[in-house]
Nanobody, 121 residues
Framework: QVQLVESGGGLVQAGGSLRLSCAASGRTFSRSVVGWFRQAPGKEREFVAVVSWNGIRTTYTDSVKGRFTISRDNAKNTAYLQMNSLKPEDTAVYYC??????????????WGQGTQVTVSS
């Protein structure tokens, strides 16, 4: 019913930038909150950012605040995560998700398969 596909990951040096995209199918995208999460090797999945249905309200985890920007284009059924000033500790698989406003994975109903981001020292 709803499918999400992340893209834009890759290998970058510390201080570099990447823009992740999340392309959605289905009719619920424009009515849903979009969240980004990440999971690093040996770590639990953690919340990164969330954007409201109209793109106006955003919230970020402290470790990425001022470096990452979440946005969405409802006409394209796509959400984005612009990542600047990347650090090695940002290395993780990044996932987008649709659901209700929240910072917990349980707040979201649909998930993509993830895209790998690797930041070298």
């Amino acid at each position: 019913q709803v499918q999400l596909v992340e893209s834009g990951g890759g290998l970058v040096q510390a201080g570099g930038s990447l823009r992740l995209s999340c392309a959605a199918s289905g009719r619920t995208f424009s009515r849903s909150v979009v969240g980004w999460f990440r999971q690093a090797p040996g770590k639990e999945r953690e919340f990164v950012a969330v954007v409201s249905w109209n793109g106006i309200r955003t919230t970020y985890t402290d470790s990425v605040k001022g470096r990452f920007t979440i946005s969405r284009d409802n006409a394209k059924n796509t959400a984005y995560l612009q990542m600047n000033s990347l650090k090695p500790e940002d290395t993780a698989v990044y996932y987008c998700a649709l659901g209700r406003w929240g910072v917990s994975g349980s707040d979201y109903d649909y998930w993509g398969q993830g895209t790998q981001v690797t930041v070298s020292s």
